[in-house]
């Protein structure tokens, strides 16, 4: 029978609150002339959701193809288009605006819009407003959303170009097909995608300049065509560290195993399968890294042969094969033994799902794994859930970071590997 948990494990299984992506910040979202613009609708109702207050502000031509209306019931505030509007007391809003908010993002971003911010333009409000900001405490982001040919227009460019010099963010576009019915680049960002590089731009940086590499998800060990071994594990944990990672500045390889997870934003991510392709990756991403963190389950066996066709199932009793099975490498063992992870020069951290005497089993395995940092989770109340509590054991003692949203926690566990990789300045 299991031991019951230890009150430090009861606390770390209670479910908290899973808290939100930009509590408390505060946002001027501009529109401007374009198909795009209904999908500013969403991206402001995933902004108020992520707790962030919005101002919206239209131009002329963004309210043709979508409704102040619509943006005021989504933001919960009034809408403003005119810079003659005189509901603001002192009859400045491009002042009050820019200087309210914590960025100001142009979503969509039309062409005739990028050369109006090229040119310091101030004929709207919102193009007033971007001028008007404080150059040094307000970034502005700008979505392109444009037909391909105007897109790939050399002016268009240029005026990129330009506003890029001038200190605009600039959020890449899509390739696909459009509403004019061509197919190319100029296609304006989801709002999800929106959302995900507002979130990684205003994230502080501890990270930058270092290169990450984090193993995710099981392995798969192929018996036969259709059967395999394998093990527990979504990859939400790995997924969402590399995730952190990248917002946190750094150059992330996300080695995946197979997941059903979109590859977050930014990241490089190569796919494998069995423990064996999992450990070539590895090795090779490693090279040149800085970082490697090991979320992996990797199997500890694989069969010695995976059979070429289906094993077929023999009637009658005691008819099971009999696996021949062998050790599968130790991904993170081998590298934190390796001369560069010995010489400083590789940070390893490693992970273990245990369902009792955490702490113990953690030091235990952290010795073993020979890695400065180990996490321990317990694997029942982690497997497949969205959130998770985490302890993590190196030379320091034990750090607890309490039940959480994996996206929180693995923030929280980036902040921790920065500050022990940068000895303590980050
Ligand atoms: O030994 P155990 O599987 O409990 O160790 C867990 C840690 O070691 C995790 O960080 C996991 O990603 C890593 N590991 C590995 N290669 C293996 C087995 C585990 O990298 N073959």
Redesign the pocket.
């Known amino acids: 029978m299991e031991a019951a948990p230890s009150a430090t494990l009861r606390s770390m299984m209670n479910t908290k609150d899973l808290g939100s992506e930009l509590p408390g910040r505060h946002f001027v979202l501009g529109l401007t002339g374009g198909v795009a613009a209904y999908k500013a609708a969403e991206f402001c109702r995933l902004l108020v959701n992520a707790g962030a207050t919005v101002q919206v502000v239209m131009t002329g031509a963004a309210c043709r193809f979508i409704t102040p209306l619509t943006m005021q019931a989504l933001s919960g505030r009034p809408v403003y288009v005119s810079q003659w509007d005189d509901r603001p007391a002192n009859n400045m809003a491009h002042i009050n605006f820019s200087r309210e908010a914590d960025a100001v993002i142009v979503a969509p971003a039309s062409a005739d819009f990028i050369a109006q911010l090229a040119q310091g333009q101030a004929g709207e409000l919102l193009a007033l407003l971007c001028l008007a900001r404080p150059l040094a405490q307000v970034p502005l982001l700008v979505a392109p959303a444009m037909n391909r040919e105007m897109w790939a227009h050399p002016a268009t460019q240029r005026n990129l170009r330009q506003i890029a010099a001038d200190g605009a963010h600039l959020l890449p576009v899509a390739h696909g097909g459009q509403a004019c019915g061509e197919t190319g680049d100029g296609r304006m960002l989801e709002a999800e995608e929106l959302l995900e590089e507002l979130i990684a731009f205003m994230a502080p940086k501890p990270l930058l300049g270092q290169q990450v590499v984090v193993?995710a998800g099981p392995t798969y060990e192929a018996i036969d065509p259709v059967r395999g071994i394998t093990n527990l594990s979504s990859g939400k944990m790995g997924f969402a560290i590399a995730r952190a990672a990248r917002e946190a500045g750094a150059c992330v390889t996300l080695v995946a195993g197979p997941v059903h997870l979109s590859t977050p934003r930014g990241v490089r991510r190569i796919d494998v399968d069995s423990?064996l392709n999992m450990h070539a990756a590895t090795i090779d991403a490693v090279q040149g890294a800085s970082i490697f963190i090991?979320?992996?389950?990797?199997a500890?066996w694989r069969p010695v042969r995976a059979a070429q066709h289906k094993i077929k199932k023999e009637d009658g009793a005691g008819s099971a094969p009999q696996l021949a099975l062998a050790e599968?490498?130790?991904?993170?063992?081998g590298i934190a033994h390796s001369p560069r992870a010995q010489a400083g020069d590789l940070y390893c951290v490693?992970?273990?799902?245990e369902s009792e005497n955490l702490q113990a089993n953690a030091q235990a395995?952290r010795a073993r794994?020979g890695v400065p940092l180990l996490v321990a989770n317990i694997g029942p109340a982690t497997f497949g859930r969205d959130d998770n509590a985490l302890l993590l054991v190196d030379d320091e003692g034990v750090t607890e970071l309490p039940r959480a949203s994996k996206r929180v926690l693995a923030r929280q566990l980036v902040a921790e590997i920065a500050r022990r990789v940068s000895g303590g300045e980050a």
């Open positions: 193993t423990a090991a979320t992996a389950a990797v500890d599968n490498p130790d991904i993170l063992a490693g992970f273990a799902a395995k794994k």
